[in-house]
């Protein structure tokens, strides 16, 4: 097979080369239109309905509202920040009192007992009585009260670790204060 070209040939073959490099145009052409028509479409969603506004406005718009937002979102950490601390500041403040107050329970009157008896035979009822008042750590005293009828005594006895050390009790002394320590 020889091909052998002719000049007659030429304007035939720039013809067809025209033809084809034509046709190749349209089907590209074809081609951008359907990608640019989808892409208008997706266009759209993203852009508002209002026919004023161009795509550079509504950057900067949105660039302009992302700032206002991520400037208030740090405003609101900062306050959160704040509370934070102010709140773990309080809760210390509040652990310290609360230690404080169970230290100073343990120095006030938690245990109590009354005793009341009779010691006289010839007087009616149970008119005299013993109070122990004991803290914690079986620390307080005892208040003895005699009633007779020409005269009232009373007594305080101080109390350490459930024990007179000063002055010796007596047996409803006693008993209050053994009472009281149960308690």
Do not use: W
């Amino acid at each position: 097979m020889n091909l052998q070209l002719n000049i007659s040939d030429i304007p035939m073959i720039l013809s067809i080369g025209c033809t084809v490099f034509l046709i190749l145009q349209f089907i590209i052409i074809i081609s951008l239109s359907v990608s640019l028509s989808k892409m208008k479409k997706r266009l759209k969603s993203f852009l508002p309905s209002d026919k004023k506004m161009d795509i550079e406005n509504m950057l900067v718009e949105y660039s302009k509202n992302s700032k206002e937002v991520l400037d208030r979102e740090e405003n609101m950490l900062n306050l959160i920040n704040i509370t934070k601390e102010n709140l773990e500041k309080s809760i210390l403040e509040t652990s310290n009192k609360i230690d404080d107050i169970n230290i100073r329970m343990k120095k006030v009157v938690q245990k109590v007992s009354i005793i009341r008896y009779n010691p006289f035979t010839e007087l009616g009822g149970d008119l005299c009585y013993a109070i122990a008042l004991l803290d914690e750590e079986n620390n307080g005293l005892v208040i003895n009260s005699i009633y007779a009828r020409d005269a009232c005594y009373s007594y305080a006895k101080e109390i350490t670790n459930g024990q007179s050390l000063v002055h010796k009790l007596s047996e409803e002394e006693r008993q209050a204060v053994d009472i009281a320590m149960k308690k």
